[in-house]
């Protein structure tokens, strides 16, 4: 059960680190965006 575990997190830590940093950049910046619009609308 360990070894399934650890295979698994091994796994998603490759795909993490293969992840397109651009695009996790870009994706970052829209949530950041659309956080403060949603806080804007709020105060």
């Known amino acids: 059960m360990t070894d399934n575990i650890t295979d698994l997190t091994k796994r998603r830590v490759a ?4 992840y397109d940093e651009e695009r996790d950049n870009r994706e970052f ?3 950041m965006r659309r ?3 949603q806080y ?4």
């Open 15 to 18: 795909r993490l680190l293969a």
């Open 40 to 43: 804007e609308e709020a105060s």
């Open 29 to 31: 910046a829209d949530a």
């Open 35 to 37: 956080a403060t619009e």
